[in-house]
């Protein structure tokens, strides 16, 4: 049987309150806060609940509660305070020091077993999720720490480093190839398709991380085979219409390859995520032969891309009360955003077409 304490410095409330429970639990009393904190410390993996007199001799209620909190029994143990008061100052004040419930005198059986019951279970089941959230933060250290092992190794090895530099070649091809593109633009319609050009190559932990979620081993011949975006270039034009007619001219070209295109401009994601994305092989030159890579291209507006980065931020933020209510506004705000970025491409035909 679950073991309660009982602390009164009324005897009379003390034998109440263990006739009414001591068929469902090990009952044990104390007349004062130290003779309750000495059998605490005594039985604190056995104590399921601690019902509390406020007013004592030697020490009090309040006293108990703070000790208690210092030596952590507060977060294992749940408080239910014995109070013949109805104050609200009261009750505030036990609540903010992290009492559970009050047991109000005069005693009624059934309400004192229910109200101890309910007590009991909810800190059972506060305690095993807390220890579950434990056990997989520390389940999750180690697959970090496995990670990084295992990313460092990748570091090392020398046929990686190759491939990561392989992957830079192919990135600088698509950046010429669109810098190209640009000042082809520049020169017939005497303005740029687009705003920037931004590349990343991923980094050994996302490649590791994202290989073993896949299911496949950590090796350079899987990197290859069946990651697609160890490569990104992303391009930030002004209008919906850049963006199709410079990826129509990107691919157009003969020595590009595309092997999967997501137009989520057209078809945007539930969450209001837009862009376009491109997978291609991008040949590279080297001294042993002509080699194709694997490079991710996204094309994007201004609009989109701020978008997209604070959605991406908001994303990793764990502890928002409000994320429902978040994502609804960025839900409304990706479609203002498209709304937008065709009122200012219409702007812009209607400028640059000529005068009537």
Known sequence: MQRIMVVDDAELNRELLQNILKDNYIIDTAGDGEEALQKLHRHESETVALLL??????????????EMK????????????????????????????????????????????????????????????????????????????????????????KPFGKLMMQYRCAIMEVET?????????????????????????????????????????????NIERYLSDVAGVRVICSFPDDIYRLAELFVRQDDIILLKEKDYIKHPKDNGYRSLHLILNIPI????GKKYMKVEL???????????????KLKYKRDMDNAEEIVAQLKACAESIEALDYQMQEIRDKIDSPRG
């Open 70 to 157: 210092k030596d952590g029994l507060q977060n294992r143990i749940p408080v239910l305070v014995i109070s013949g008061e109805h104050s609200v100052e009261v009750e505030d004040k036990c609540f903010k020091l992290g009492v559970s419930d009050f047991i109000r005198k005069p005693f009624n059986a059934s309400v004192v077993r229910n109200r101890v019951k309910n007590a009991v279970e909810l800190f059972a089941c506060k305690n095993e999720l807390e220890q579950k959230v434990e056990e997989q933060t520390e389940t999750l250290k180690k697959q970090y720490q496995i990670i990084q092992m295992q990313s460092e190794k990748l570091k090392e090895a």
């Open 177 to 221: 190839k669109l810098k190209v593109l640009n000042d082809e633009f520049t020169q017939n319609y005497n303005r740029n398709p687009f705003e920037s050009i931004q590349s990343r190559l991923k980094t050994p932990e996302s490649i590791y991380d994202k290989l073993r979620r896949k299911g496949y081993p950590v090796t350079v011949k």
């Open 298 to 312: 996204q094309f994007r507006t201004i609009a989109m891309d701020f978008w997209a980065s604070l959605e991406h």
């Open 53 to 66: 007199d406020l007013q004592m001799p030697k020490m009090d209620g309040y006293s108990v509660i703070e």
């Open 285 to 288: 030159f080297l001294s042993k």
